[in-house]
C-alpha cells in the first residue's frame, strides 16, 4: 500500500476537510500522519523548534506548545476535527505522582472552543498490573502497581469524563510493547548482543507486542470507528513468554539465545525498569480490536514482524 494510502478506504468527501492533530508525535504518530489521505490535514505539538522542518517535509503543520505549560496549549482550542493524544505522562518533580497533569491542561484547552468530533489516546496494557499470566479483557478492572501505571489510569480517567460530558466520541487503546525494524531500538537485537539474561522458564512471565505499523492502522481506525468511551486492546496475537520472544528473535537474527537466571539473580543483576516489566505476566485478548474496529493485522505475530524490512 502506498505510504499516502488510506488505510481504512476511502474516504467521503465529507471528510476531506478533516484536521487531526497529534499529540506527542513520535514515531508512531509520523506512521499515523503517513497513512492519512493527502485531503486531510495534519498537525503536531511540538515543544522542539529543532523539529519543526522535519514535521513540514512529511507534510505536518507543527504547532509551538507545551504539555508542561498550559498557558502554550491555548491555540489547539477549535483547530483539530480529531485528536490522537500519544503524549506519555510526565515522569518525575510531579506534585502528586498519581496525576496526569499533562493530559488535564490539554483537555482544558479543547475545551475552551469547538471541540472535537472524536480523540483516541494511547495508553499502556501495565495499568492492569500482574495478572498471574491470565488473559485480560477490556472489562477487567485496572490494577496498576508503578507510578507510572497509575498515571495512565488517571489520565483515561480524565479522558472518559471528558468524553461523557462533553459529547466527544473518546476511544482508548491500550499498548502493550511496541516494536518495528525500522524504529529507533525497535527490535530485541540490542539485548541480544549484550547478553543481557532472562528468565528461566519457571518464573518467566507472559509479554504482548504490537508492530508500530499495525499499531498507527488502529489509531486511525478508532479514531473513524471506535465507540465512545471505550476501551481497546491494540495488540497482536502473539502468545509467548518473555524469554521465549528472545530465544525467537535470537534465532531469527542468528545470534546465540540469552542465559537464562532465576528471579533471584535477576534482581541483583538488572535494571530496576527491566525487573518491572519482569514483575507482570498477562495476555491480551484483542477481540475487540478484530471485530469492532476491524483492523485486520499486518504483522499477526512477531515472527512475521522481526524481520519485514
Not at 488510506?6 to 504518530?29: E, K, M, T, W, Y
Not at 513540514?56 to 480529531?82: C, E, K, V
Request: charged share 25%.
Amino acid at each position: 500500500m502506498p505510504s499516502n494510502q488510506n488505510p481504512l478506504g476511502a474516504l467521503p468527501s465529507r471528510f476531506r476537510r478533516q484536521r487531526v492533530l497529534i499529540i506527542g508525535c513520535g514515531d508512531v504518530g509520523l506512521r499515523v500522519a503517513r497513512q492519512l489521505p493527502p485531503q486531510v490535514r495534519v498537525l503536531a505539538l511540538t515543544s522542539s523548534i529543532e523539529k519543526m522542518p522535519d514535521f513540514r517535509a512529511s507534510g505536518i503543520m507543527p504547532l509551538s506548545g507545551n504539555l508542561d505549560q498550559p498557558a502554550t496549549l491555548r491555540r489547539l482550542a477549535g483547530l483539530a476535527t480529531r485528536v490522537i493524544h500519544l503524549a506519555p505522562p510526565p515522569g518525575e518533580k510531579l506534585p502528586d505522582w498519581r496525576r496526569d497533569p499533562r493530559t488535564l491542561a490539554l483537555l482544558r484547552a479543547l475545551r475552551l472552543r469547538g471541540l472535537p468530533q472524536s480523540m483516541v489516546y494511547g495508553s499502556t496494557s501495565g495499568v492492569y498490573g500482574n495478572c498471574d499470566g491470565d488473559w485480560a479483557s477490556e472489562v477487567r478492572a485496572v490494577n496498576p502497581h508503578t507510578p507510572r501505571a497509575q498515571r495512565r489510569v488517571d489520565a483515561e480517567q480524565q479522558l472518559r469524563f471528558f468524553g461523557r460530558s462533553s459529547g466527544v466520541r473518546v476511544h482508548t487503546l491500550r499498548i502493550p510493547g511496541i516494536y518495528a525494524p525500522d524504529r529507533e531500538s525497535g527490535t530485541p537485537r540490542g539485548r541480544l548482543l549484550k547478553g543481557t539474561p532472562v528468565l528461566q522458564p519457571a518464573d518467566d512471565v507472559y509479554t504482548n507486542h504490537i508492530h508500530a505499523d499495525d499499531l498507527a492502522r488502529a489509531c486511525l481506525a478508532a479514531l473513524w470507528r471506535g465507540k465512545p468511551q471505550r476501551v481497546t486492546h491494540a495488540s497482536d496475537d502473539t502468545e509467548l513468554k518473555m524469554g521465549d520472544y528472545f530465544d525467537l528473535a535470537a534465532d531469527l537474527y542468528g545470534l546465540p539465545r540469552p542465559p537464562r537466571v532465576a528471579r533471584s539473580s535477576a534482581q541483583a543483576d538488572l535494571p530496576l525498569l527491566l525487573l518491572s516489566f519482569m514483575s507482570e505476566s498477562r495476555r491480551l485478548d484483542n477481540t475487540r480490536l478484530k471485530t469492532e474496529l476491524r483492523l485486520r493485522l499486518r504483522y499477526p505475530t512477531v515472527a512475521s514482524g522481526l524481520l519485514e524490512g
